[in-house]
Structure formats: C-alpha cells, structure tokens
T-cell receptor
Framework: RKEVEQDPGPFNVPEGATVAFNCTYS??????FFWYRQDCRKEPKLLMS???SGNEDGRFTAQLNRASQYISLLIRDSKLSDSATYLCVVKLSYNTDKLIFGTGTRLQVFP | DTAVSQTPKYLVTQMGNDKSIKCEQNLGHDTMYWYKQDSKKFLKIMFSYNNKELIINETVPNRFSPKSPDKAHLNLHINSLELGDSAVYFC?????????????FGPGTRLLVL
C-alpha cells in the first residue's frame, strides 16, 4: 500500500464549479500535512498547510480527519488558472524533514 | 531573485557517462534536499543535508553521490548513468526547524539518458 494515496484524475470541471480532492495516508503517526500545487513542467509549490481544525485560504479549504487518516482539499469557484496537479504531502514526525508525496490529482478547468 | 536555482535545466547524455547537477539556495536555509520525479510523476526524496551533514539517505544506488560544499549548495553527481535515471531532479531547501516548515523547490533538471 502506498504511504499517500490520491485519485490521479483528471478532474475536468467548468469554470465556477466546486471540486474536491481526497487523500489517504497509511502511517497513523504522521504529524503534518500539506497540499502542494504543481503546474505542468514546473516545480511543486506549497498551496497550504492542513491543520486539525481545518483551514481556509480564499477559495481553498483543507480538512484533516486523523481518525480516518484522510485529508481533503475543496476548491470553490474554480478558475482556469487552477488547472494543475495537486499533491497531497505528509510529514511523518517532528524529528524528520522528510516529505512523503502522493502521486497527485490532476485538475483541468475549462471555460 | 531566484530562491532555489539548479543547473543545468536540461541534460541529455549517453548511458555510462558521469554527470553532475548543481543546486544553490539564497534563502539562508540550513537544510537542502534532492528529489526525483519519474515518468509517472511520482516525487520521491533521495537525500537531505542539514548544515553540510547528510541527514536522509533513501534507498538510492551508490552511483548517486550528493556533495554539499557549504550550506547554500547541494550538488548531485551521478556515475555510470542508466536509462532508468531519466527523470526530473528537483532540489529543495527549508529552514528545517519546524515540522510545519515548507520546502522551496528549484525549477528542476530534466535528465534524459539515451
């Protein structure tokens, strides 16, 4: 079983739609969680950290369910510029800098 | 000003050759990393250095040898290149002090082994 699993997509949605991505992780000792965004042929960039209480940044909302080992990302009012691959990322412990990346979910927003 | 830079951006070479990729960060970070992203887009850590000291060494062939001359630089040398080494190699850096600290990635080096 992969350490971080995501639906690869692609998710094809019209502008203005709401879309949600899910991610599950296998190690219950995982301590920190992130969503990164990677555009085609570019480097990954941090989109947002994911906190236990859930957090929102503009049109983006991230949720964490530790009991189910599940992380989600909700994008409201999708824009064409949201088209990218969204990577679910987990850090195992406080004593390591090692990030475990999911394979990513590809989003394509069309006009 | 580029925060994390890598050279070269593209590298095309023959099997059996030895090549190096250079990485520099001007963020004042203590920790640097090398990642490999394969054709299936799976991004996996290879090495991590903190203040020139090797911290993470994943199961990587001995042909890959990182070198950190100072904490702003982390180079990757690859001996006897194989077809399977073709991938995008990303350098990254972070302060490494806090579990929530993000990592900043360089633009990647696209390596193609023929």
């Amino acid at each position: 079983r992969k350490e971080v699993e995501q639906d690869p997509g692609p998710f094809n949605v019209p502008e203005g739609a709401t879309v949600a991505f899910n991610c599950t992780y296998s190690n219950s000792a995982s301590q920190s969680f992130f969503w990164y965004r990677q555009d085609c042929r570019k480097e990954p960039k941090l989109l947002m950290s994911v906190y236990s209480s859930g957090n929102e940044d503009g049109r983006f909302t991230a949720q964490l369910n530790r009991a189910s080992q599940y992380i989600s990302l909700l994008i409201r009012d999708s824009k064409l510029s949201d088209s990218a691959t969204y990577l679910c990322v987990v850090k195992l412990s406080y004593n390591t800098d090692k990030l475990i990346f999911g394979t990513g979910t590809r989003l394509q927003v069309f006009p | 000003d580029t925060a994390v830079s890598q050279t070269p951006k593209y590298l095309v070479t023959q099997m059996g050759n030895d090549k190096s990729i250079k990485c520099e960060q001007n963020l004042g970070h203590d920790t640097m990393y090398w990642y490999k992203q394969d054709s299936k887009k799976f991004l996996k850590i290879m090495f991590s250095y903190n203040n020139k000291e090797l911290i993470i060494n994943e199961t990587v062939p001995n042909r890959f040898s990182p070198k950190s001359p100072d904490k702003a630089h982390l180079n990757l040398h690859i001996n006897s290149l194989e077809l399977g080494d073709s991938a995008v190699y990303f350098c990254a850096s972070s302060r490494g002090e806090n579990v929530r600290e993000t990592q900043y990635f360089g633009p990647g080096t696209r390596l193609l082994v023929l």
